[in-house]
């Protein structure tokens, strides 16, 4: 642990003043103003709030360029969705002829084949040679990898803590350090830069950064679902192709507790493994504490249901165990920064590239149902299997703009919180994605501390050349040193 503490401290307020009475006899919610004193650290370089895939890869990839960088987790381990919430599954990483990905993601996928712990089909692809389209994968494995590649790159990792709070310049858009709390209490920590990788953009909603929160900017929320580890699945005898028609016979026999006819399946993630990911939670806010926390009761219930479905309707599955429900749940939506760029569906449509893009992707818009009405499934269906399925070869830029919140000088986001339309949103969500971002802003932090380029004006080009040295696949063969804004679209 960094030693570098003030015997003084620090005085921080949290929160904001105490509401007048009147307001709280309203119906307002009573606040007060606290202020306390907690010891300072400095030092660091860079501070990474969230391990999931986005942060994770930010931060070992900043480190490994010679940041001193400090990861903040709020959880016990790294891997996010992929760990934490069983979404146990990459794909969409080849445009059905070669790869998309590059990078740490394409590391994590052929080490995970290389050692054994991902499924018999991507080991046997890794081993010929193959475009790694798809990985399933153990995720004991990937939460030892990260512990692996953050000790061997030098990032510090401080898992049960959250960060709390932010000291920042408003006017100048520029993140001074952040509030910490976990088992020891308060703590504010300064560094040079700053990457959001919570996924719900926390760290810039304190830092008060312009987003977009779900059931703001359209009334509805795509649902969240409740992951699950199942083991004991015969995969010989699984046939995927009939689960559609499995589902509509159940719910002919009143089978489920709610009519639902999207459901994702089985996800295979080892030789008799799989993530059971099924039973949409309508109406969840992930943004509301109270409503995450109803969710993850139903979600279990519903888990509970889903297996037994599977159990009595699917050969193959009579014998399935549910080894695990997720410790989070599998938020499809929450907050959306707004980015010095926002990557929008007409881009998507044209497949568009950039010539500052820092990553491409091949995964269909995927906007999950927002109820359980026919019509809606048919939506959703259209949309995902037909009228925004990518042919053979084809892909689209993410370009620079996307993982910087609109005129912030040193803070960046990455994953499921980046600049996009609520449409492409649904796209780039995906681990592989968010690790692609993730990784970009970590290497665009440590070009602003040793350039003193502001996050907002960065030299794209030498961005995009760091990128590809690290082994990023950035295909653009026109580089520019501005960054594409909203008044470049075409």
């Not at 590391?107 to 018999?120: D, I, Q, V």
């Amino acid at each position: 642990m960094n030693k570098r503490l003030s015997r003084r401290g620090f005085m921080a307020s949290l929160g904001v003043a105490a509401a007048a009475s009147a307001g709280a006899a309203q119906g307002q919610a009573e606040t007060y103003k606290m202020t306390r004193e907690m010891p300072v650290e400095r030092g660091w370089d860079l501070i990474v709030a969230g391990g999931g895939p986005s942060g994770a890869a930010a931060a070992i990839c900043a480190a490994r360029l010679g940041a001193k960088v400090l990861l903040i987790e709020a959880t016990g381990c790294m891997g996010g969705m992929g760990t934490n919430a069983y979404v146990s599954n990459w794909y969409s990483m080849s445009d059905g002829e070669k790869s998309v990905i590059g990078g740490l993601i394409l590391e994590l996928s052929e080490t995970l084949c290389k050692e054994g712990n991902a499924t018999p089909e991507s080991i046997e692809m890794y081993r010929k040679g193959e475009v790694l389209s798809r990985v399933g994968f153990n995720p004991e494995a990937l939460k030892s990898l990260f512990d692996r590649l953050c000790a061997q790159a030098g990032v510090e990792v401080r898992f049960y803590t959250r960060v709390i709070d932010v000291d920042v310049d408003r006017q100048k858009k520029n993140v001074n350090g952040v509030v910490t709390s976990n088992v020891e209490g308060y703590r504010y920590i300064t560094a040079k830069t700053f990457v959001d990788g919570t996924g719900d953009g926390v760290l810039s909603s304190l830092c008060g950064a312009k987003a977009y929160a779900a059931g703001t900017d359209t009334p509805k929320i795509m649902p969240p679902t409740l992951c699950a580890m199942i083991s004991d699945i015969d995969y010989d005898r699984l046939k995927k192709g009939t689960q559609q028609a499995m589902v509509e016979k159940a719910i002919a026999d009143g089978f489920f507790s709610q009519p639902d006819r999207h459901v994702p399946g089985l996800f295979r993630s080892g030789k008799s493994t799989a993530t059971m990911n099924a039973g949409h939670l309508f109406n969840t806010n992930a943004l509301k504490c109270r409503s995450l926390s109803d969710a993850m009761v139903l979600g279990r219930k519903l888990v509970d249901e889903y297996a037994r479905f599977f159990r009595k309707y699917m050969p193959g599955c009579e014998n399935m165990q549910v080894v695990a429900t997720g410790n989070l749940l599998g938020v499809r939506e929450s907050r959306r920064v707004v980015g010095e760029y926002t990557l929008n569906y007409e881009d998507f449509k044209a497949r568009r590239h950039f010539p500052d893009q820092i990553g491409i992707y091949s995964k269909a818009v995927d906007i999950h149902v927002y109820d359980l009405s026919p019509e809606e499934y048919q939506r959703y269906y259209k949309e995902f299997s037909t009228m925004d399925r990518l042919k053979k070869g084809e892909s689209y830029g993410m370009p620079y703009g996307m993982i910087v919140p609109k005129g912030w000088t040193n803070l960046w986001v990455g994953g499921r919180c980046t600049s996009a339309d609520l449409k492409v949103n649904g796209a780039i969500r995906d681990q592989p994605g968010c690790s692609i971002l993730g990784q970009a802003a970590g290497t665009a932090a440590v070009q602003s501390i040793r350039t003193g380029q502001p996050a907002c004006d960065l030299d794209t080009e030498m961005l995009v050349q760091t990128l590809r040295k690290a082994g990023a696949n950035l295909p653009q063969n026109t580089l520019t040193k501005k960054m594409t804004r909203a008044s470049d679209a075409v």
